[in-house]
């Protein structure tokens, strides 16, 4: 009796066609885009956040002042100027970093306002005279920090160009530096200037 042979079954060749190139090529192409995509935000300056204020009527406060706590000042009192609001606090250390800023802005007869932010006003107070020339025109407190809600603050120190109008024309959060004032601010300060 002859033994059989076993039966070889002929493997039938994959399909080389698109589908099974694409599925091939499927993960490097999402790796690629991963890449692309975290690329993309490492070249953004994070202190450059969107702010859904720009463009838009200033949120109005009416906050005691840091200096004489039974007076209270309205942002309406501003109106007809353009001015800086920079929002502060004395543990803030990014605050104390920016000073000469603020102080190159006053010299050069920019009104800024400060509004000390969620902070202990005794404290304020002496961190705005351990400050030397001190900034400021004048500061508001916001103990409860909800004007600085209103305002859209997402930490300190954060600041403001508020046109004439009362218009946000501008915000920058973190400390400013002299290339930002260069780059940014005073552009926009001369035109609010016409």
């Known amino acids: 009796m002859a033994v059989p042979s076993p039966v070889r079954h002929r493997r039938e060749p994959t399909p080389a066609g698109a589908a099974g190139r694409w599925r091939a090529l499927l993960p490097l192409a999402l790796l690629l885009a991963l890449v692309l995509l975290l690329a993309h935000g490492l070249q953004r300056d994070p202190r450059a956040l ?9 949120p109005a406060f009416e906050l005691p002042r840091l200096e004489a ?17 920079n929002v502060w606090a004395s543990w803030c250390g990014p605050c104390r970093e920016e000073l000469p800023q603020l102080q190159q802005l006053a ?3 920019v009104t800024v306002i400060g509004l000390n932010y969620k902070d202990q006003p005794a404290a304020a107070r002496d961190w705005l005279r351990g400050a030397g020339s001190a900034p400021f025109e004048t500061n508001v407190q916001d103990a409860d920090g909800r ?13 403001f160009v508020i046109d004439a109008q009362g218009i946000v024309r501008w915000r920058f959060a973190g400390a400013l530096t002299p290339q930002v004032l260069q780059r940014e601010f005073w552009p926009l300060w001369k035109g609010l200037q016409r």
């Open 107 to 109: 010299v050069r007869g």
């Open 69 to 85: 706590p039974d007076e209270l000042l309205a942002s309406s009192a501003l109106q007809g100027r353009p001015w800086v609001l």
């Open 147 to 159: 004007a600085a809600l209103d305002w859209g603050v997402s930490g300190v120190p954060e600041t």
């Open 50 to 58: 969107p702010s859904a204020l720009v463009g838009q009527p200033a």
